[in-house]
């Protein structure tokens, strides 16, 4: 049986992170939250309730501003800022995604120096445009193959053209009956 990891950026958020992990401890399934630092220093009981239900935790940043857009010593501050909230609320996290995946040619180095995995996606949700569950399950179907990366959003970040995450928590419903039927996990990133 393969596995298939659906991931979700710019949380957490108190309403929808928790109907996200609602949502996956109906279907046994694991995922990775990718958070911002601000946001989860102020809902360490939803990081703790992840880390406890078997979720991975990773860094997305503490702004969302793309790499390419700062210089190194920015970005350096930028992630050692957001990894000392995490330390506090007991998170020391070995995956990052960087905003919008963007990243700039020392992002590399910042990953290494801070032991971080950098981590993409193989398929992209476009949640933030408020599309609806059926219209990203259709245009995604396709991509839910075993080892694959689905992007999704627990929280509304920058650019979002919608006011919540109720789609994004049908589609996963989607996702994961069609994972049942295709004999594949929904699974966390290690």
């Known amino acids: 049986m393969g596995a298939l990891a659906m991931t979700f950026d710019d949380g957490p958020d108190e309403r929808w992170t928790a109907v996200l992990l609602e949502a996956l401890a109906r279907h046994a399934a694991t995922a990775t939250f990718f958070v911002l630092g601000p946001r989860a220093e102020a809902q360490p009981q939803l990081i703790r309730r992840m880390l406890d239900h078997g979720h991975s935790v990773g ?110 928590v049908r589609y996963l419903d989607l996702v994961a009956r069609h994972a049942a039927r295709r004999g594949l996990r929904l699974e966390a990133l290690r």
């Open 59 to 168: 860094l997305h940043c503490e702004a969302h501003v793309r790499h390419s857009h700062r210089d190194r010593a920015w970005v350096e501050a930028d992630t050692e800022r957001a990894l000392t909230r995490l330390r506090r609320i007991g998170v020391v996290p070995s995956l990052w995604r960087t905003p919008w995946g963007d990243t700039a040619p020392w992002t590399a180095a910042v990953a290494q120096r801070h032991g971080l995995r950098v981590v993409r996606w193989t398929v992209d949700t476009h949640d933030w445009r408020g599309d609806s569950a059926p219209a990203m399950f259709a245009a995604t179907r396709d991509g839910l193959v075993p080892g694959a990366v689905v992007l999704a959003h627990d929280g509304i970040g920058p650019g979002a053209r919608r006011r919540d995450a109720a789609e994004t």
